[in-house]
């Protein structure tokens, strides 16, 4: 099979069948290119280098052990992530899945905490501006003061771009788990952002037309 | 459904923001922001929330003896 043939007809490949050479192609062109998106989850989710890197190796040396598992052109970020997943429950074996029913925060609670803060009454448009001066290290830093599983909701959903779906495959929860976790995420991040503008002082028109 | 009242609404503004609305939650949802100013505010509220999040968190790379090393070893 030549390379171009590979790229037609992804879908009506049996990996099984293949020569190692053209398994190894196909793993370069279909997983490798994911290597970026699991390091920085897999940075997000453990707390030191060392251990993100070897959960990253062990993600692709599991993934091409079982690459006939995978379905040549369906998702094969989303089939990385669930197997890196995996391996982080295993390896943090005191990592305990939430249980099945969630809080929920009061839904609308959060729009009048932001909407009645005082830097939301210094400026105009606060719907859209409030965040805007939020600097990328304070974006960090809440975002790893989340509990692991509301992070990995969040970056899965709006750094990865996963759907709710996929996030539940990963993640192995119901849907309405992922749901929740990424309101409490985002709602619990508001408030956080909301505390630091406000810690920073009050934005005045003047500094938002020096940006 | 019956026409939808804010504190629904407010459940459904994220998943509407995410676009993982469809058929009659999706249009519920879209003629309650329509009609309703303080929702409008609040989905204006998420929609520029997600934005931020996407622009001012910074990913990093994956270092380069990390990619060499799982190459080698695999291939």
């Given at each position: 099979m030549t390379e171009n043939q590979l790229k037609e007809n992804k879908e009506s490949i049996d990996i099984e069948e293949l020569s190692p050479e053209e398994k190894q192609e196909l793993f370069k062109e279909e997983a490798l290119p994911h290597l970026n998106a699991l390091y920085n989850y897999a940075m997000s989710i453990n707390s030191s280098r060392e251990d993100a890197e070897d959960l990253v190796q062990d993600t692709f040396l599991r993934a091409y052990r079982f690459f006939h598992q995978y379905t040549p052109g369906t998702n094969c970020k989303a089939w990385l992530f669930t197997i890196l997943r995996n391996l982080y429950n295993t390896r943090y074996k005191n990592y305990k899945k939430s249980p099945g029913k969630v809080h929920y925060d009061d839904y609308e609670e959060i729009y009048n905490f932001i909407l009645d803060s005082e830097i939301a009454a210094s400026i105009d448009d606060p719907e859209k501006e409030l965040f805007d001066n939020i600097l990328p290290e304070e974006m960090v830093e809440a975002i790893n003061d989340l509990p692991e599983e509301f992070r990995s909701a969040l970056i899965l959903a709006d750094i990865e771009e996963f759907s709710y779906k996929e996030i539940a495959e990963i993640m192995d929860c119901p849907i309405g788990t992922v749901m929740s976790r990424l309101h409490r995420a985002r709602n619990i991040l508001k408030k956080k952002l909301v505390d630091y503008a406000e810690e920073r002082g009050i934005v005045t028109p003047e500094d938002r037309e020096d940006d | 459904?019956?026409?939808?009242?804010?504190?629904?609404?407010?459940?459904?503004?994220?998943?509407?923001?995410?676009?993982?609305?469809?058929?009659?939650?999706?249009?519920?949802?879209?003629?309650?922001?329509?009609?309703?100013?303080?929702c409008r505010k609040r989905f204006k509220i998420e929609k520029h929330f997600k934005a931020v999040v996407v622009k001012k968190t910074q990913t990093v790379k994956a270092p380069k003896h990390l990619r060499k090393k799982i190459t080698t070893i695999i291939f």
């Amino acid at each position: 099979m030549t390379e171009n043939q590979l790229k037609e007809n992804k879908e009506s490949i049996d990996i099984e069948e293949l020569s190692p050479e053209e398994k190894q192609e196909l793993f370069k062109e279909e997983a490798l290119p994911h290597l970026n998106a699991l390091y920085n989850y897999a940075m997000s989710i453990n707390s030191s280098r060392e251990d993100a890197e070897d959960l990253v190796q062990d993600t692709f040396l599991r993934a091409y052990r079982f690459f006939h598992q995978y379905t040549p052109g369906t998702n094969c970020k989303a089939w990385l992530f669930t197997i890196l997943r995996n391996l982080y429950n295993t390896r943090y074996k005191n990592y305990k899945k939430s249980p099945g029913k969630v809080h929920y925060d009061d839904y609308e609670e959060i729009y009048n905490f932001i909407l009645d803060s005082e830097i939301a009454a210094s400026i105009d448009d606060p719907e859209k501006e409030l965040f805007d001066n939020i600097l990328p290290e304070e974006m960090v830093e809440a975002i790893n003061d989340l509990p692991e599983e509301f992070r990995s909701a969040l970056i899965l959903a709006d750094i990865e771009e996963f759907s709710y779906k996929e996030i539940a495959e990963i993640m192995d929860c119901p849907i309405g788990t992922v749901m929740s976790r990424l309101h409490r995420a985002r709602n619990i991040l508001k408030k956080k952002l909301v505390d630091y503008a406000e810690e920073r002082g009050i934005v005045t028109p003047e500094d938002r037309e020096d940006d | 459904m019956t026409s939808m009242n804010c504190k629904q609404s407010a459940r459904y503004l994220q998943p509407y923001v995410d676009k993982e609305l469809q058929g009659s939650e999706k249009s519920e949802v879209e003629k309650h922001i329509e009609n309703c100013p303080i929702c409008r505010k609040r989905f204006k509220i998420e929609k520029h929330f997600k934005a931020v999040v996407v622009k001012k968190t910074q990913t990093v790379k994956a270092p380069k003896h990390l990619r060499k090393k799982i190459t080698t070893i695999i291939f």
